[in-house]
T-cell receptor, first 110, second 113 residues
């Protein structure tokens, strides 16, 4: 499985940008990188995903390293509602297995 | 868009009792389906996944089993629950388009007493 490594926790001030890193050194060439976030007592919510190029959507941006061994989720202006556990996945579309790591718990300080 | 329905939201069961959790999918055909378990304060552990009716792959040997009797129905079962089966159970679905993201249900919090 494509294992990922993320910091256990991070803090950010409200209205400031947040960069959440993820290492996925064992990812295969066809595996997409997915990011999800989870609020307490809820199922994870899809945030963004990409293969090689940087990706943007209404929620966040995803910056993927050229060697694809790491990526960074960027929240451009953190809000209190962004406080959650963020999971990075080196998804296996060929094997249909999505393995979640322990994630990064983001605290947003008002 | 895809919607995952799970029930019940919470469940308290005694040790040794059977379990049946149901997940249904709305909004897509032929989805890949997944069961995850999350222990308190921990990450998500992949338990089973299915790419079609009757096709189940098990990730972790355990006291649980899964079945997919219909295209949009995924069931997690146990004949006899153990204390260690307590946790937050999540069903997820993935569309058939290559690289589709996962959509999760709201989960079932199971407490085995």
């Amino acid at each position: 499985d494509a294992k990922t490594t993320q910091p256990n926790s991070m803090e950010s001030n409200e209205e400031e940008p947040v960069h959440l890193p993820c290492n996925h050194s064992t990812i295969s060439g066809t595996d997409y990188i997915h990011w999800y976030r989870q609020l307490p007592s809820q199922g994870p919510e899809y945030v963004i995903h990409g293969l090689t190029s940087n990706v943007n959507n209404r929620m966040a941006s995803l910056a993927i390293a050229e060697d694809r061994k790491s990526s960074t989720l960027i929240l451009h202006r953190a809000t209190l509602r962004d406080a959650a556990v963020y999971y990075c996945i080196g998804g296996s579309n060929t094997g249909n297995q999505f393995y979640f790591g322990t994630g990064t718990s983001l605290t947003v300080i008002p | 868009s895809q919607t995952i329905h799970q029930w019940p939201a919470t469940l308290v069961q005694p040790v040794g009792s059977p379990l049946s959790l149901e997940c249904t999918v709305e909004g897509t055909s032929n989805p890949n389906l997944y069961w995850y378990r999350q222990a308190a304060g921990r990450g998500l552990q992949l338990l089973f996944y299915s790419v079609g009716i009757g096709q189940i792959s098990s990730e972790v040997p355990q006291n649980l089993s899964a079945s997919r009797p219909q295209d949009r129905q995924f069931i997690l079962s146990s004949k006899k629950l153990l204390l260690s089966d307590s946790g937050f159970y999540l069903c997820a679905g993935q569309g058939i388009t290559y690289n589709s993201p996962l959509h999760f249900g709201n989960g079932t919090r199971l407490t085995v007493t």
